[in-house]
Nanobody
Framework: QVQLVESGGGLVQAGGSLRLSCAVS????????MGWFRQAPGKEREFVAV????????SYADSVKGRFTISRDNAKNTVYLQMNSLKPEDTAVYYC????????????WGQGTQVTVSS
C-alpha cells in the first residue's frame, strides 16, 4: 500500500521560508513522478510543482516560479518543496501526490499540511 506523509508546514511571516517534505512508502519511489498541489479556503486545488522520476526535470506554476524549488532524494524516498519569499496568498493546505511514470493521473495523495503566511 502506497503511503505519502507530508510534514514541515506551519505559520510564517510574509517574506519567510518553509521547507515541506513528503515521505513515500509502499512502492519503489523512483517509479513515480512527484507533484505538489495546494488548496486555499474556498478555492479549488491547484498545481504547484512537479519533478520527474530522477529529478532531471521540473515544472512550476507561474505563481511560484522563482520562489519555490521542488527536489527529491530517491535514497530517502522523499520529495521536498522549498518555499522562499512567502506571500499571504501562498496560504493553503499543501498536498504531495505521486504519479506512476508514463501515467497521466496522480494516483496517490498525502493527507496535506497547512501553510499559513501572515502579513
Amino acid at each position: 500500500q502506497v503511503q505519502l506523509v507530508e510534514s514541515g508546514g506551519g505559520l510564517v511571516q510574509a517574506g519567510g521560508s518553509l521547507r515541506l517534505s513528503c515521505a513515500v512508502s509502499g512502492r519503489t519511489f523512483s517509479s513515480f513522478a512527484m507533484g505538489w498541489f495546494r488548496q486555499a479556503p474556498g478555492k479549488e486545488r491547484e498545481f504547484v510543482a512537479v519533478i520527474n522520476w530522477n529529478g532531471g526535470s521540473t515544472s512550476y506554476a507561474d505563481s511560484v516560479k522563482g520562489r519555490f524549488t521542488i527536489s527529491r532524494d530517491n535514497a530517502k524516498n522523499t520529495v521536498y518543496l522549498q518555499m522562499n519569499s512567502l506571500k499571504p496568498e501562498d496560504t493553503a493546505v499543501y498536498y504531495c501526490a505521486a504519479r506512476v511514470v508514463l501515467q497521466r493521473d496522480y494516483g496517490y495523495w498525502g493527507q496535506g499540511t497547512q501553510v499559513t503566511v501572515s502579513s
